[in-house]
């Protein structure tokens, strides 16, 4: 039985909303969030109304990311001032960060807790309440493995599940490691048993989690340790679609390829970070691979997997690039014909090795060139989409991933490739997101595809029945996730922030 912390009468309940900035992780750390509120007794706040508590989980990815916390919780300062019983916290990576600084500048805030110790959160609150001050508790190692807490999941049919937290990589751009510490890997039997409970709630796709995902195992000396649980997730009954982000090109082996190609439900999508493609630039961020190895690992990818559809990070204007560097990368992704890339122009992060580099590069020089990498990655990607036209794909049904839907009468999904899929309705009267359809690409655009024929066959599922049990629930509609990053929806697996692959 779950004792209630979250009011200060025994009528009143407190109600709850979590903004998340950053990469997947934080999204899974907000489930974890809500989950551990709702069972302390708060309910989540319905839209558009002031929640009692409000909780910012924060990134430290990009050069703004403070100034981007500091104007959000200036908006609730007024809000604060007339109800002082509002309680703000702040947690994530920011909080992990700039801990000291945190309540200097925004002294309304009631709770700063960092990255290991999100567990606390209903106890600090509570203990803010009671004692009318700032909580600060940082710790610097994991407390409890995420997993472990409660969840408030926004999906009925697709979840994360955490293989591993932290990273032992010492990337110049990344302050990750500092944040979250080495790696903490699960063991084998705690995770398949995690999938099992999501499969038996009606959860039929999963992706696997991990900072540096293909590395899991090295805590407890297997190798092959990433491989086999791939295989073992095809032995799950039930488990139709399972994904993982994010690896790393270094350690990425041919036996995850194998697992990949031979697991029926391993989908045939790879998430692979780039960087750089000049092995120069590779080597000041001490990322442990250069292009010849990332072009191979593409090459048996698509080797083993024909229609496998890859992705990928790439920074732009990193201290010291030249237009050399710059078109060494431009040639990778020719060569490796990506159906999308998460791009970003690098921004100092303080406290990482490389904001202390010479070199920097003026931003009219990184800006053009952003330019000329974006028009080439959409001009590859429209032609691999193209490619998919007059195609028979089975989508899983997505839930608020087509903005136009309403207005093209057309509903969302997204193919085993992880492409995202807008199809014509007729034949599918009554499908539900969860549901699968099989439907025939009639059309492509550079960032999703078009299925304008009626709808081929459905198949309606144990994940469709559970979205539509959670609408017979009086339950306050999902509050929207700002990644601070371009998203391909939720819950569709969110490719890594560059610090994060």
Known sequence: MTTSIASGSASAVRTYEVRTYGCQMNVHDSERLSGLLEDAGYLKATEGAQADVVVFNTCAVREN???????????????????????????????????????EKAPYVDVVFGTHNIGSLPVLLERARVQEEAQVEILESLEVFPSTLPTKRESAYAAWVSVSVGCNNTCTFCIVPSLRGKEKDRRPGEILAEIEALVAEGVTEVTLLG?????????????????????????????????????????????????????????????????????????????????????????????????????????????????????????????????????FQYSKRPGTPAADLPDQISPEVVKDRYGRLVDLVNEIAYEENKKNVGRTLELMVAEGEGRKDAETHRLSGRAPDNRLVHFNVAGAEGVRPGDMVKVEITYAAPHHLVADNPVLEVRRTRSGDAWEARQGRPEPEAASVGLGMPSVGVPAPLPAAPTCG
């Open 65 to 103: 990311a403070d100034n981007k916390l500091y104007g959000n919780l200036s908006h609730l300062a007024p809000i604060k001032q007339a109800n002082p019983d509002l309680q703000i916290a702040v947690g994530g990576c920011l909080a992990q960060k700039d801990r000291a600084t945190i309540t």
């Open 211 to 343: 900072q540096n995902v293909n590395a899991y195992g090295v805590e407890f000396g297997d190798r092959q340790a990433f491989s086999k649980l791939l295989r073992a997730c095809g032995e799950i009954e039930g488990l139709e679609r399972v994904r993982f982000t994010s690896p790393h090109p270094a350690e990425f082996t041919d036996d995850v390829i194998e697992a990949m190609a031979e697991t029926p439900n391993v989908m045939p999508s790879l998430h692979m970070p780039l960087q750089s493609g000049s092995d120069r630039v590779l080597k000041a961020m001490r990322r442990s691979y250069r292009s010849t190895k990332f072009l191979g690992i593409i090459e048996r990818v698509r080797a083993a997997i024909p229609h496998a559809a890859i992705t990928t990070d790439i920074i732009v204007g990193f201290p010291g690039e030249t237009e050399e560097d710059f078109q060494g990368t431009l040639d990778v992704v020719r060569e490796s014909r990506f159906a999308s890339a998460f791009t």
